[in-house]
C-alpha cells in the first residue's frame, strides 16, 4: 500500500495542533470526552440563529414545523462528524483535506475541487474532525493501511477479557457500556468510559458526553444534514433507511446515494451497484439527532482500502470522501438538503 503520505492527517495530538493554525475556521470546544480529551469543531459560514416555539416533536405534532425550524434560512447547514468509532480514521484524513480545502483553496495533496468549494461559499458548515478522541488516541497507529489482519481486528473492535477478539457483532454493541478494566485491550469503538458512542445518545451524559455533545451541536446549529462518517472493509458505500426517520427522508437518502455512486464510477473508483439497508429497530446516532434537531441523518461507511486497485491508495480513500462532500453540498445547494 505504501508509506503514509504527510497529507493523511489522522492523528488526534496532529489534528489538534492544525486546528489551532486555523485563519479561517472558528474552532471551538464542544465538550469533553471520559478521558478529558477536548471534543472540537470547526465551522464555516455565517451563523443563523433561529428562535423557537417548541422543540420538534411538538411543532411537528401541532402541524407548525415552523414552530421549530423558524421562517428559514438564508444556507444549508451541514454538520459532519468523523471518526465516532476511533479507529476508523480514514475520514479524519478526509475532513482534514476538507478543512484545507476551506483554508487554502487547495485539499491537502494540492489538488482543486472548484465545484466543492463554490457550494461551501454557499453554506454554513460545522465539522467535528475526531469524535471519539479517547478511541482515536488509544490506537497507536495512524495508518489503517498498514495494518495487518489481526492488527485491524485488535485495534477497530478490541479484546475481550480473555485476549480473544471482542468482534464487530455482537461483541461492539452488548454488552454495553463495557467495563474498560476488565478488556485486554478497549479497541477503537469506545471512549473510556467503555461507551459505543453510536449507541450512546440514550446513555447519561457523563459517560456519553460525545454522542450528546452532537446531538445538541446539530440542535443549535438547526442542522439540515447530520453527515456521520465511518470507514469499513467492504466499504464505501451509504447505509440507508431507518425504522425512526420517515419515509420521505429515507428516500432522499437514496437520493445522495445515487448521486455520489455516479460520481464514483466517472473516477474510476469503486461503488457498489446495490444499495444497504439499514435492518435494525434500533435508534442510532442519527436518528436520535433527526428526532432532536430535525436534522437528515446520513451515514456513510468509507472503505479502509480493502476494494481499491491501483496505486495511491490514500488519495483513491481521500477522493472517495471528497466526491461524498462534493455531492452533499451541491445538492445542498441547487436543491436543498431535504428537498
Known amino acids: 500500500m505504501g508509506d503514509t503520505p504527510g497529507s493523511y492527517l489522522t492523528n488526534y495530538d496532529a489534528v489538534c495542533a492544525c486546528l489551532r493554525e486555523l485563519r479561517t475556521g472558528q474552532v471551538r470546544e464542544i465538550g469533553r470526552s471520559p478521558g478529558g480529551r477536548a471534543l472540537l469543531a470547526v465551522s464555516y459560514g455565517e451563523f443563523e440563529p433561529i428562535e423557537r416555539r417548541a422543540n420538534f416533536s411538538a411543532a411537528l405534532s401541532a ?4 414552530a421549530f425550524y423558524g421562517p428559514g434560512r438564508k444556507k444549508p447547514a451541514l454538520v459532519i462528524s468523523a471518526a465516532v468509532h476511533g479507529a476508523e480514521m480514514e475520514s479524519i484524513a478526509a475532513v482534514m483535506h476538507l478543512i484545507s480545502l476551506l483554508e487554502t483553496g487547495r485539499d491537502r495533496d494540492g489538488r482543486e475541487w472548484p465545484a466543492l468549494l463554490g ?3 454557499q453554506m454554513r458548515l460545522v465539522a467535528v474532525p475526531v469524535a471519539n478522541p479517547d478511541a482515536r488516541a488509544r ?3 495512524d495508518d489503517a493501511l498498514a495494518w495487518a489482519d489481526d492488527e485491524m481486528e485488535q485495534y477497530r473492535h478490541g479484546l475481550g477479557p480473555d485476549g480473544e477478539p ?15 478494566a476488565a478488556q485486554v ?14 449507541h450512546g445518545a440514550l446513555l447519561e451524559r457523563d459517560i456519553s458526553p460525545e454522542a450528546h455533545a452532537l446531538a445538541d451541536l446539530a440542535l443549535e ?3 439540515d444534514c447530520f453527515l456521520d462518517l465511518h470507514s469499513c472493509g467492504a466499504g464505501p458505500f451509504f447505509i ?3 425504522s425512526f426517520i420517515p419515509a420521505d427522508l429515507a428516500a432522499r437518502q437514496s437520493h445522495f ?11 474510476g473508483l469503486p461503488a457498489p451497484d446495490w444499495s444497504t439497508r439499514s435492518q435494525r429497530q434500533v435508534m442510532g446516532l442519527g436518528d436520535y439527532v433527526y428526532h432532536k434537531a430535525g436534522s437528515l441523518p446520513l451515514l456513510f461507511e468509507g472503505g479502509d482500502g480493502h476494494r481499491y486497485s491501483g496505486g495511491d491508495v490514500h488519495r483513491q480513500i481521500a477522493e472517495t470522501y471528497l466526491l461524498l462532500f462534493e455531492t452533499v453540498c451541491e445538492i445542498a445547494v441547487a436543491e436543498g438538503l431535504k428537498g
Open 221 to 223: 446549529e438547526t442542522a
Open 240 to 242: 440507508l433507511g431507518s
Open 166 to 180: 471482542i468482534g464487530w457483532m455482537p461483541g461492539c454493541f452488548a454488552p454495553h457500556p463495557k467495563d474498560p
Open 185 to 198: 485491550f478497549l479497541g477503537g469503538y469506545f471512549n473510556d468510559a467503555g461507551v459505543n458512542p453510536s
Open 119 to 121: 457550494a461551501l461559499e
Open 257 to 267: 446515494d445515487g448521486a455520489w455512486r455516479a460520481r464514483m464510477r466517472e473516477r
Open 63 to 66: 402541524g407548525a414545523p415552523e
Open 139 to 141: 490506537i497507536p497507529s
